[in-house]
């Protein structure tokens, strides 16, 4: 089973940005998709981004522009950088390889813990 590890969350006020990290290990291949999905209070999960180890991104129209993902390949490590960041982005943000889109959810792959990001007005 991967294991995934996010870092990079906190508080910030409205307008600042953060960088967030998501290092995976234990896997014996190469993981294709790898992208992060956020869930606020009371709210879905939603996807933010994905993007293949051929560097194809797949991302939610809410926040392009904003939101950029990155990924290195050889290290196993996706980015999510989030610029002018707006109180509405407040979540915790998840890191996932490999999900399937099941129903309203997904299913399959792996998960990581979730860093929470707090955007104050």
């Known amino acids: 089973q991967v294991q995934l590890v996010e870092s990079g969350g906190g508080l910030v006020q409205a307008g600042g940005s953060l960088r967030l990290s998501c290092a995976a290990s234990?896997?014996?291949?190469?993981?294709?998709?790898m992208g992060w999905y956020r869930q606020a209070p009371g709210k879905r999960r939603e996807l933010v981004a994905t993007i293949t180890s051929g560097g194809s991104i797949n991302s939610a129209d809410s926040m392009k522009g904003r939101f950029t993902i990155s990924r290195d390949n050889a290290k196993n490590t996706v980015f999510l950088q989030m610029n002018s960041l707006k109180p509405e982005d407040t979540a915790v943000y998840y890191c996932?390889?490999?999900?399937?889109?099941?129903?309203?959810?997904?299913?399959?792959?792996?998960w990581g813990q979730g860093t929470p990001v707090t955007v104050s007005s």
């Open positions: 996932a390889a490999d999900v399937r889109p099941y129903g309203s959810g997904w299913v399959g792959g792996s």
């Open positions: 234990g896997s014996r291949f190469s993981i294709d998709v």
